[in-house]
C-alpha cells in the first residue's frame, strides 16, 4: 500500500527566506504527483502537478522536483511571503489506480 | 466558470438521520471524486465515478452511498449517519485521465452527534 510522508508537520520561518518541503512516498511506480496548497478552513487549491516522467515543474516562485527512484519530491518556495502561511499537501497516483494518496501535509508560517 | 461547488457548506445531523451531499463541476469533467479530511488521518478517498453512471469504491467507502445521473453532480449519501463520520468532506473533478490535476471543491463540513 503507497504511503506518502511529509516533513516536517509544522515550519515556521521569516519573511524573504527561501524554503524547501519535502515529500515521500513507498512505491516508486507513480502515475503523478501533485502539490496542493490548503488555507484553514478552505478547500485544497493544486499548485503543481509533475508526471512520472518529468523531473520538475515551476510556476512563479515554486519550483516541484521529482526523484521517482528514490521515492521523493520537493517543494521550493522562493523568497516566502506571509501570504504563503497555509498547509502544503502532496499526493500521489500510482500507476494502476484512480486514487490520489494524500501525505498529512506541511503546516507553514511566514512570520513578517 | 465556478469550478466545483458543494453543497451544503455546513451541517449538523444526529445519529441516524440520513443527508446527501452535492458536488457540482462546470468544467466538463469525466472523473469525479468524494473525499473526507480528518485529523491526523489526512485526506482519505470514499468514492470516485469515472463518468457518468458509473461509481467505484475508494479507500473508506463504509456507510456512505454515491450516485452519478448527470456529468456534472455526484451526490454523496449517508443513510444512517454515525459520530465517525464527522468529518470535512470534499469533492473534486479532473479531465478523463489521471493524467491531469484534480480540482477541489471548498469542502463541506459535517457534525454528527
Redesign the interface.
Known sequence: KQEVTQIPAALSVPEGENLVLNCSFTDSAI??L?W?RQDPG?????LL?I?SSQREQTSGRLNASLDKSSGRSTLYIAASQPGDSATY?C?V?VNAG???T????TRLMVKP | NAGVTQTPKFRVLKTGQSMTLLCAQDMNHEYMYWYRQDPGMGLRLIHYSVGEGTTAKGEVPDGYNVSRLKKQNFLLGLESAAPSQTSVYFCASSYSTRRYEQYFGPGTRLTVT
Not at chain 1, 102 to 105: I, L, Q
Open positions: 502515475y503523478n501533485q496542493f478552505k478547500g485544497l487549491t493544486s502537478l508526471q499537501l499526493a497516483i484512480n486514487m490520489l494524500f501525505g498529512g501535509g
